[in-house]
């Protein structure tokens, strides 16, 4: 299995995912009032950030991470597809990205790669 992420520069297409979480963060706040009573008021999303590892098998995985970090660098939009729950396939804005390649390992590199919806797709 693998996805793509589609911006307007390039497509990046990653192999191998382990694992997708997401971490929806809001913006709750409490009023107490001197009478004791209480409200909460719901201001709505303020984060939704997808965080998706995995495992590539190439000789030299740097092209992938020199495009990856020039889309993160120049803030571009790019397109998630590909993924099995197709409520993820939407438009993010790459965080982060890191590469590891296990001690001992030849051709094997370990990606975690952090995305974030767009502000304006929250909702």
């Given at each position: 299995?693998?996805?793509?992420?589609?911006?307007?520069?390039?497509?990046?297409?990653y192999?191998?995912?382990?694992?997708?979480?997401?971490?929806?963060?809001?913006?709750?706040?409490?009023?107490?009032?001197?009478s004791?009573?209480?409200?909460?008021?719901?201001?709505?999303?303020?984060?939704?950030?997808?965080?998706?590892?995995?495992?590539?098998?190439?000789g030299?995985?740097?092209?992938?991470?020199?495009?990856?970090?020039?889309?993160?660098?120049?803030?571009?939009?790019?397109?998630?597809?590909?993924m099995?729950?197709?409520?993820?396939?939407?438009?993010?804005?790459?965080?982060?990205?890191?590469?590891?390649?296990?001690?001992?390992?030849i051709?094997?590199?370990?990606?975690?790669?952090?995305?974030?919806?767009?502000?304006?797709?929250?909702g």
């Open positions: 299995m693998s996805f793509i992420l589609t911006s307007s520069s390039t497509t990046l297409t192999s191998n995912p382990v694992t997708v979480t997401r971490s929806i963060s809001k913006n709750i706040e409490t009023y107490i009032f001197t004791g009573n209480e409200a909460l008021l719901d201001r709505g999303k303020t984060g939704d950030i997808l965080t998706i590892t995995g495992i590539l098998y190439t030299d995985p740097s092209d992938l991470l020199k495009w990856t970090n020039y889309v993160m660098d120049a803030s571009e939009t790019v397109t998630l597809s590909g099995g729950d197709t409520t993820l396939n939407r438009d993010y804005m790459i965080m982060d990205i890191n590469f590891i390649q296990p001690s001992g390992t051709n094997r590199y370990n990606y975690t790669l952090s995305l974030m919806r767009r502000y304006d797709d929250l």
